[in-house]
Structures are given as structure tokens and as C-alpha cells.
């Protein structure tokens, strides 16, 4: 078992850099996932870490071992890829003892290995059968558990789930966490999509254009975004944001957009009072945007009128699509709402919940 640390990790392709002054540590058992758009730095921050491709700057430590220079078989790490890259000639079995073969290792401990991983992962009974024979999920067990017959100090994956469909994925993402928990060993993940990362990792790296934005657990990063990218990033439907202006308004700080105002309440005021007058960009999830005939109690609550453009039912949820005065948002109300398209509704904003962002800066104030 090992930790992994990136110190002021930056790798450059020509001119693009791809991976910006990366400096991240992650303990030992730890499941970090990485997460961000295409082209963030993600898969090269992993292709890094296992020697698949050269660091420009900076260093990387397995647990105290510097591993810039140590050649990937030596790095005490297994890899599943997006590709699950099975040999198409070869049984399950031997997909998943090649490895081990090629180092050497007894043929009574393969068996032991490959007979272990496949009861793990539940695929026992197809270890005599050729990939061509499997399904998609079958296949993505198979490319796992060849990464654990190495027993490696840490397990990278780069989005192993991308080629499964949406049902596979939910159940898939299960079987891995609870991998990481049988196994109790380093996990480093790759994803574009944010209802992994949220759903898996201990914490979560967000990244964008090569540089970390924010590193911290799932609760933290939707409860406390530390800018706009971070905010838009996490959380399904997207935050809504709009464009504002502090001010005093009845002796009471609020949010001008121009197309309504918003009062901030009073528990939350303080620390924007010394921002009065500053251009910001006000965030508001559509979770806390309610029909007022059915808003959580005791929240603090202002009214928006606006015009619904598009409804639709979830079952257990509407969503809203609200338009004011060209300005778009959305709402998540509950299933009995009234609210039909083209009719004109008040919207609850839950201004508890609000996040107020710099304009020029887009970091969080807070």
C-alpha cells in the first residue's frame, strides 16, 4: 500500500501545457478521482504517475520513492484503461494471468491470484470463455481484475466506464467502490462525468485546462464551490448564474441582476457588506429554486416571477425551464406543481443556499 504525491507536477507538449503546476498528495487508501472536461490534464496527470509519459517539471512519489525515472513495470502500479485492450486469442484466465506469466511468477500462485480476483469481481464462471463471448460489463470485469492479480500498491483507471451503457455504469461504479473497500488499497480514477466523481471518490481533484481548481470531498465541493468553473462543473442540472451587482436596499444588503433583486438574509449579510457596490455573479442551484406551494419550510425565500418555457416530469421532480425578461434559469419543483408552459409563476430562490462569486476574479466570496 502506498501513497501517491504530485509536487509541482507540469508537463508540456510543445508549446500546450497539458498539466499545470499540479501539487497534490493522496493517502494511502485513499480514492481520488479526477475530474473535469476533455483536454483538463486528467489522463495525462494519470499517464504520468504511471511512467506512460515523461514529466516536464517537478517530481512524483510512490509512498517515499521518487518514481520520475523508474520505468513502469517497476512502479508497483496497474492500469485499466478505457479500452479494455483483452487479447482476443486468449481465455479469461489467461487475459488475466499474462501478466503475472511474463514476470515469472509460480504457476500454483497465478491460479491462486486469477481464481481470487475472479470470486472478487464474480465472473468465475467465465474464465474458460473469449472475450468475443462476453458482454461490455463482462469485459470491463475482466480488464479489473487483470489489474488485480498484480496486487499493485496503487490502482489507476481512466473512465473504464465510458463504453458502457448508462444501467451498466450505475452498477459498475458500485462493484468498484466496493472493490476499494475489499481491497484497501490507492485508487486514482479518471472521469469527464461528475455523477461518478461524485458518487465514488473520497475526494475529488477538479481540473480545467491543466491547472487544479479545487481539490476536496464530493459534500464540499457542491457545498462549497471555490469559483464559477468549480460550481458550473459539479452538480446535474448545472448551477444557474446571473450577473449582478451588490447594493443596500432598505438597510438590507441584496443582489441587483438588473431584472430582479434579491435580498440577502440577515445570518449570511456580513460578509458581503464590505463587497456593496461590486459587480458579482450571483449562483443558485435549480434544487433551490422551488414552487413556493411547496417550499421546504423555514427557508429564507424570495419570489421571482418568470415564465415557464419548458416542463419536465422526472416523476419524482419537475424540471422548470424559467425565462425572465430573456434571462433563462431552472427550477426543481416538486411533482404537484401547476406549473404549465407559457404560464407566469413565482419562483422561490432558497437564498440560504446561494453562492455569490467575484465577477473579475470568479473565486467565491465567502
Given at each position: 500500500?502506498a501513497?501517491?504525491?504530485?509536487?509541482?507536477?507540469?508537463?508540456?507538449?510543445?508549446?500546450?501545457?497539458?498539466?499545470?503546476?499540479?501539487?497534490?498528495?493522496?493517502?494511502?487508501?485513499?480514492?481520488?478521482?479526477?475530474?473535469?472536461?476533455?483536454?483538463?490534464?486528467?489522463?495525462?496527470s494519470?499517464?504520468?504517475?504511471?511512467?506512460?509519459?515523461?514529466?516536464?517539471?517537478?517530481?512524483?512519489?510512490?509512498?517515499?520513492?521518487?518514481?520520475?525515472?523508474?520505468?513502469?513495470?517497476?512502479?508497483?502500479i496497474?492500469?485499466?484503461?478505457?479500452?479494455?485492450?483483452?487479447?482476443?486469442?486468449?481465455?479469461?484466465?489467461?487475459?488475466?494471468?499474462?501478466?503475472?506469466?511474463?514476470?515469472?511468477?509460480?504457476?500454483q500462485?497465478?491460479?491462486?491470484?486469477?481464481?481470487?480476483?475472479?470470486?472478487?469481481?464474480?465472473?468465475?464462471?467465465?474464465?474458460?470463455?473469449?472475450?468475443?463471448?462476453?458482454?461490455?460489463?463482462?469485459?470491463?470485469?475482466?480488464a479489473?481484475?487483470?489489474?488485480?492479480?498484480?496486487?499493485?500498491?496503487?490502482?489507476?483507471?481512466?473512465?473504464?466506464?465510458?463504453?458502457?451503457?448508462?444501467?451498466?455504469?450505475?452498477?459498475?461504479?458500485?462493484?468498484?467502490?466496493?472493490?476499494?473497500?475489499?481491497?484497501?488499497?490507492?485508487?486514482?480514477?479518471?472521469?469527464?462525468?461528475?455523477?461518478?466523481?461524485?458518487?465514488?471518490?473520497?475526494?475529488?481533484?477538479?481540473?480545467?485546462?491543466?491547472?487544479?481548481?479545487?481539490?476536496?470531498?464530493?459534500?464540499?465541493?457542491?457545498?462549497?464551490?471555490a469559483?464559477?468553473?468549480?460550481?458550473?462543473?459539479?452538480?446535474?442540472?448545472?448551477?444557474?448564474?446571473?450577473?449582478?451587482?451588490?447594493?443596500?436596499?432598505?438597510?438590507?444588503?441584496?443582489?441587483?441582476?438588473?431584472?430582479?433583486?434579491?435580498?440577502?438574509?440577515?445570518?449570511?449579510?456580513?460578509?458581503?457588506?464590505?463587497?456593496?457596490?461590486?459587480?458579482?455573479?450571483?449562483?443558485?442551484?435549480?434544487?433551490?429554486?422551488?414552487?413556493?406551494?411547496?417550499?421546504?419550510?423555514?427557508?429564507?425565500?424570495?419570489?421571482?416571477?418568470?415564465?415557464?418555457?419548458?416542463?419536465?416530469?422526472?416523476?419524482?421532480?419537475?424540471?422548470?425551464?424559467?425565462?425572465?425578461?430573456?434571462?433563462?434559469?431552472?427550477g426543481?419543483?416538486?411533482?404537484?406543481?401547476?406549473?404549465?408552459?407559457g404560464?407566469?409563476?413565482?419562483?422561490?430562490?432558497?437564498?440560504?443556499?446561494?453562492?455569490?462569486?467575484?465577477?473579475?476574479?470568479?473565486?467565491?466570496?465567502?
Open positions: 500500500m501513497s501517491v504525491t504530485y509536487k509541482h507536477v507540469t508537463k508540456r507538449f510543445g508549446d500546450v501545457v497539458a498539466v499545470n503546476d499540479l501539487d497534490i498528495h493522496i493517502e494511502d487508501k485513499e480514492f481520488l478521482v479526477f475530474v473535469g472536461p476533455s483536454g483538463c490534464g486528467k489522463s495525462t494519470l499517464r504520468l504517475l504511471a511512467g506512460l509519459d515523461e514529466i516536464s517539471e517537478g517530481e512524483i512519489l510512490i509512498g517515499d520513492r521518487v518514481v520520475n525515472d523508474v520505468p513502469p513495470k517497476d512502479r508497483d496497474a492500469m485499466v484503461f478505457q479500452s479494455y485492450a483483452l487479447y482476443p486469442h486468449m481465455d479469461v484466465y489467461d487475459n488475466m494471468a499474462f501478466g503475472l506469466k511474463l514476470r515469472g511468477t509460480p504457476k500462485e497465478i491460479q491462486q491470484r486469477v481464481e481470487k480476483a475472479a470470486d472478487i469481481l464474480g465472473i468465475h464462471n467465465l474464465l474458460d470463455r473469449k472475450p468475443k463471448q462476453l458482454s461490455g460489463g463482462q469485459r470491463q470485469r475482466v479489473v481484475g487483470r489489474a488485480i492479480v498484480r496486487e499493485p500498491n496503487v490502482f489507476l483507471m481512466d473512465e473504464p466506464l465510458s463504453n458502457l451503457d448508462a444501467k451498466l455504469r450505475v452498477q459498475a461504479r458500485a462493484e468498484i467502490s466496493k472493490l476499494h473497500q475489499r481491497l484497501e488499497t490507492t485508487f486514482i480514477y479518471v472521469t469527464h462525468d461528475q455523477v461518478e466523481a461524485m458518487t465514488m471518490g473520497t475526494r475529488i481533484a477538479v481540473l480545467n485546462d491543466g491547472i487544479l481548481q479545487q481539490i476536496d470531498t464530493p459534500q464540499n465541493l457542491y457545498d462549497y464551490p469559483n464559477i468553473f468549480v460550481a458550473g462543473f459539479i452538480g446535474s442540472p448545472a448551477m444557474n448564474f446571473f450577473d449582478g451587482e451588490l447594493i443596500k436596499r432598505d438597510g438590507k444588503v441584496a443582489v441587483d441582476t438588473q431584472k430582479f433583486t434579491l435580498d440577502i438574509p440577515d445570518h449570511r449579510a456580513d460578509v458581503f457588506r464590505q463587497h456593496v457596490g461590486k459587480e458579482i455573479v450571483l449562483g443558485v442551484r435549480p434544487e433551490n429554486i422551488h414552487d413556493p406551494d411547496f417550499a421546504p419550510p423555514d427557508i429564507s425565500s424570495q419570489l421571482v416571477d418568470a415564465e415557464v418555457d419548458v416542463t419536465e416530469l422526472m416523476g419524482d421532480e419537475v424540471v422548470v425551464y424559467l425565462n425572465k425578461d430573456g434571462v433563462e434559469f431552472l426543481r419543483f416538486d411533482p404537484r406543481t401547476d406549473a404549465k408552459v404560464n407566469t409563476i413565482s419562483a422561490a430562490f432558497n437564498m440560504d443556499r446561494m453562492h455569490i462569486f467575484d465577477k473579475v476574479t470568479e473565486k467565491a466570496i465567502r
